[in-house]
């Protein structure tokens, strides 16, 4: 049985939007692991990390963002602009300084 040209390129397609899924799905995972990595070295270090709520107005506007607050509920990174500013490579930079 042979494919036309049209299935062919549909296959294709499918099998391409398939690997970007599954790349996508690595990526998201990578950032929870590293998120949670993060969490835990904050934590034993007294300090604690807050993502962005789902439901606040920045969101739409700015994105995914992260605070890093002190024992003293204090902001120590991710309020210089607006709040949850720092993103999760900006929080990787202050928990390895």
Known sequence: MTMS???AQMRREVARNTVLRMRADRAERDAKKMEADLRRKL????????????????????GIGYMVINDRNVVELGATTHEYDASLEDVANFVNS
Do not use: C, D, V
């Open 5 to 7: 040209f049209k299935q």
């Open 43 to 62: 934590k034993s270090e007294g300090y604690r990390l807050k993502k962005i709520p789902a439901t606040h107005s920045n969101r739409e506007l700015f």
